[in-house]
């Protein structure tokens, strides 16, 4: 796995903490305490690697809450 940047590593703490949201798109988008995160390059990253989820279903474009995956667990622990 690639080294995560100091912002990924905020971002799963966010994630972890159960303050963050994502939209259900194929190209998802975060959110975090209702604020919109500014990379969402990071955001995609994060999924793409399995680290980051949604943690239900929902239509498309909506926001759901996020989740750590196990492998993101075992990231944020890393």
């Given amino acids: 796995m690639e080294t995560l940047s100091h ?3 905020a971002m799963l703490r966010a994630v972890a903490a159960g303050r963050a949201e994502l ?3 194929c190209e998802p988008d975060l959110r975090v305490d209702h604020l919109c995160c500014c990379d969402q390059s990071v955001t995609r990253l994060l999924v793409a690697l399995g680290l980051v989820a949604p943690k239900c279903e929902g239509p498309v474009g909506t926001w759901v809450p996020a989740q750590l ?3 993101g667990m075992h990231a944020l622990a890393a």
Avoid: F, G, K
């Fill in 7 to 9: 912002r990924a590593i």
């Fill in 69 to 71: 995956t196990p492998a």
């Fill in 23 to 25: 939209t259900r798109s």
